[in-house]
């Protein structure tokens, strides 16, 4: 999942949003230099990320990119959820979506100490050019891919990519009601899970 994703389903909790954040960006034995909290983040990020690499709904949803796009089809529906989660922010929480992003970036602010260099350097593009906000339009999906497109090694066609959201929404939208929903309720319980097994309530 992205990144405001990521963000909801934090359930509202400071440290854990900051581990969930930085997540990609602590590798191997780094997990040990953070406290607690934001470890119990980091693991909650990875199972989602998980969760959401093998769920029959997404996969279906990434046949539809996967001729055009291959391997990069996962970056793209991690976006376009983004995208759809914004759309239908009011289904999901009570807060208003401007309200949950500047809270987010309240909560990243206040504990950026704890960011690794790379994050670090990224987050201050995502703050600047409020990366949160921008995933819900369309024009910002296609901005989003193709500054993707421009990083990696191979051709990715990412930067077309927003075409076929344009053609397929409403069969993406399926697709994220059913999915998100497990995802909700998954990462929840497994949330409960990982402070348990640290002895943490």
């Known amino acids: 999942m992205n990144f405001l994703a990521h963000a909801y389903l934090s359930f509202r909790q400071?440290?854990?949003?900051?581990?969930?954040?930085?997540?990609?960006?602590?590798?191997g034995r780094q997990i040990n230099d953070f406290p607690?909290?934001?470890r119990?983040?980091?693991?909650l990020h990875r199972e989602i990320d998980t969760f959401t690499d093998t769920h029959p709904l997404v996969k279906a949803g990434q046949t539809f990119l996967r001729p055009e796009c291959g391997h990069y089809?996962?970056?793209?529906?991690d976006i376009f959820f983004d995208y759809l989660l914004i759309k239908h922010w009011k289904n999901f929480s009570d807060i208003s979506l401007e309200d949950f992003i500047q809270k987010t970036y309240d909560t990243l602010d206040k504990n950026s100490d704890w960011f690794p260099?790379?994050?670090?350097a990224m987050y201050y593009w995502m703050r600047k050019d409020n990366w949160l906000y921008n995933y819900g339009s369309i024009r910002g999906v296609q901005q989003t891919?193709?500054?993707?497109?421009?990083?990696?090694?191979f051709e990715s066609k990412m930067e077309?990519?927003?075409l076929m959201l344009l053609e397929k929404e409403a069969e993406f939208e399926v697709i994220f009601f059913t999915f998100f929903r497990d995802l909700e309720t998954f990462a929840l319980e497994k949330l409960k899970e990982i402070k348990k097994a640290h002895d943490f309530d």
Request: a positive charge; hydrophobic letters at 50%.
């Open 36 to 38: 607690i909290e934001i």
């Open 14 to 27: 400071e440290k854990i949003l900051v581990g969930n954040f930085i997540a990609d960006f602590v590798k």
């Open 73 to 77: 089809a996962s970056v793209i529906t």
């Open 117 to 120: 260099e790379r994050f670090s």
């Open 40 to 43: 119990m983040g980091i693991f």
């Open 145 to 153: 891919l193709t500054g993707m497109s421009k990083r990696t090694r």
């Open 160 to 162: 077309n990519a927003h």
